[in-house]
């Protein structure tokens, strides 16, 4: 009964442990790699100790970045100031053309029923009223709507 074994392959010695020093050394080195710092600012302007960290690294920095941040602030502001009154603009300029329609329509409807076409002055001008109350209340709504978006926007609110 001669079975033949398989050759075994030859087995590596055990790992070797680390002495304490070599651990202390290894776990200093990876306490090392676990500990980050950061540091994180909003805004335009960045903190003070930092900021006049800039007056080391060149002459008069941190005024300087002030500045920039000044000028910066400013013409955000202009901006948005041309943007509201363009927006002002064309809100009166929408509210007069549609008061031209609105009053056209009517004319409209006046002389249909002047000149002896009641039922269709009649529909033309109850079409124009009813369509000017429609978008009064739409507009009504939808401006209602947007407000209380933006309230819970800036609360926090999803």
Do not use: C
Request: charged share 25%; aromatic share 6%.
């Amino acid at each position: 009964m001669n079975k033949k074994r398989r050759q075994d392959k030859p087995r590596q010695p055990p790992p070797q442990l680390p002495g304490p020093e070599s651990l202390r050394q290894f776990v200093r080195q990876e306490i090392r790699q676990q500990i980050s710092v950061s540091s994180t600012f909003s805004g335009p302007l960045p903190p003070p100790d930092i900021l006049a960290r800039y007056n080391d690294a060149v002459p008069e920095g941190a005024e300087r970045i002030i500045a920039m941040a000044e000028r910066q602030a400013a013409h955000r502001m202009a901006l948005e100031s041309r943007v509201v009154d363009a927006d002002i603009k064309r809100s009166n300029w929408g509210l007069g053309a549609g008061l031209v329609v609105a009053l056209a329509g009517l004319f409209l409807a006046f002389l249909m029923v002047d000149r002896g076409n009641a039922v269709a002055g009649t529909v033309v001008g109850s079409l124009d009223l009813s369509g000017l109350v429609a978008l009064f209340v739409y507009g009504t709504v939808s401006r209602r709507s947007e407000r209380q978006q933006r309230v819970k926007m800036l609360s926090g609110e999803s």
